[in-house]
């Protein structure tokens, strides 16, 4: 099959995944007109589901009153959150803005319908959360088109389920998956505040990769995304260009992340006991970027603010794509270009 | 907040969301690139997480002896869930391909592991599944990333999780949440596979949607995706523009199945008793398709065929965004157009 989407059209794809963020404490009051209300609903609708049983329902939320409800349970289901944590880590808890109930002009319950299209479901017989789960693909599917529409999104998980069905009516046999509150912001911070805040770190990709087996070290795959841009005929080892016998087209995609922090800690114990294969200079110098998206088509807010996190943090991912011949050009000039700013 | 995305961009992510499917018949065996794995793994690893956890692992399978141990599981699986149904389904179920095992160059199994940042986690406390959940939202980012890489994906449900743990030596603490194929494929089908081979059909958006409480219908928002191209001017009670006094450009988002099928089933009662508000006439005609992505800059082959699809099921979408003053003389012809058509 010929390639159907465009480098842009990817690129774009990838610029909704990176910049998308939990949202709390930007929203302004403005209305979400109502066609965009629907076009991200119908992004959720067009969710996988198992069986195709699409056992969603929406409940958009903007009475006020029912907000204000909602949110009188979130503040004594935080009371009670709060107290799990000790010392420095619930004082932290405590400065956390964890919803935007009250502010963000829609709220939006998610719930699965379990018994949508009977008791037998194709593909829910041996995996009976899948229907659950087809839930939870509707609600990344809004987010990410909430985010392309300009809207942000953030979901509030700090709720008793009883005061949720309760303020809602939800009956008995159907369950509420996400509280999502959804509305135009100031902006979108460019990395997740639970990491900016200092609660947690974004772990190394690597760490997370096996292959074959639990536990058995993935060398090739993925290149380590703290690795400062590999291009073919710099350090092809480290970062391999292609297994592919096509010549290759270069560009940046947009992870505000890429990098295990300098210096940060790993949050998780590598599952190996082993050193890694690859050494990590994911912090020695600024970032390369390299080929088309980095020379740059991209001058909004968020890749501004994506370069500038990335120039402060040092990193990039370069990768390549299977291209047309006239792309090789572009490589060759990229991987030079890469060579002398490194 | 400036927009941030582009039209482009925007209409990038919905073509990645409508014409993603469930792949289970026609992987090509050429093999996934490392950095085309790299990109979708690092797409799934940027899903949200509960607490910023990243509960998530992902292990790579392409040894083809595992695979057959895993297909050898599904075999048995199978031959269970069809014995669940009867006569003329079971018939129908017996001749669905429900899985591409085998001939995915790449299998991958996505899982969660509950303890990766202690046993109390920010916003679990009060929600227990959502590190589940938060898995699923790596899911779906790869599998999007993966639709917009040419790639497809298909999730394997029936399967043992006792087997699956036991062929990729999952220990009892990690929850295996989703075994997926995916490969480069020889075509994307138009429309889900269960909906072509008459398994179930596409629910209408507007059956699924309430206002403020469960069951309340949402008289005005979505407008029903089954209806032709609404206008403003031409019957702007049924397609409302929007609330915002700024002009608006007009853009086709691309579902490939925005209507209720003419004269399908419905395979839910509506949960109201009463007939809905807004005739539908998903079937008295042919597309509409006004705007820039119809007029149009989209030539790939899911375009077409969606097109395809759209032009013999007989149903557009037109949405309108906020968009710059010059934009309303392409409103006004676009309006034009589509009354002239409709």
Known sequence: MEEDFTAAERDALYK????RRDVRGQFRPDPVPDEVLTRILLAAHHAPS?????PWNFIVVTDPQVKSRIHADFARANEE???MFDGERRSLYSRLKLEGIREAPVNLCITCDRERSGSVVLGRTHMPAMDLYSCV???????????????????VSILHEDALREAL??????VPIAYLCLGHVTHFEATPELETKGW????????????DRWERRAPEIPSPPGERVRVRGSRSKDFQASRTPQP???HAVHPPHPSPLPGGERGIAPPSAGPTQRARNASSGPAVIVGRAASSSCSSAVCRSVQADRSTRGAAV??????????????QAASKRARSAS
């Open 248 to 250: 290759h087209r270069l």
């Open 16 to 19: 909704a995944i990176f910049s």
């Open 200 to 211: 947690r770190k974004r772990l190394p990709l690597e760490d997370l990769v096996f292959r």
């Open 318 to 331: 370069a990768s390549s794509h299977s291209a047309s011949g006239r792309a090789s050009s572009t490589v």
């Open 50 to 54: 198992v069986g195709f049983m699409q």
């Open 137 to 155: 693909c509707a609600v990344q599917n809004l987010w990410l088109a909430a985010r392309a529409e300009g809207l942000g999104v953030g979901w």
């Open 81 to 83: 959150a709060e107290a």
């Open 169 to 174: 009516g939800i009956p008995e046999r159907i």
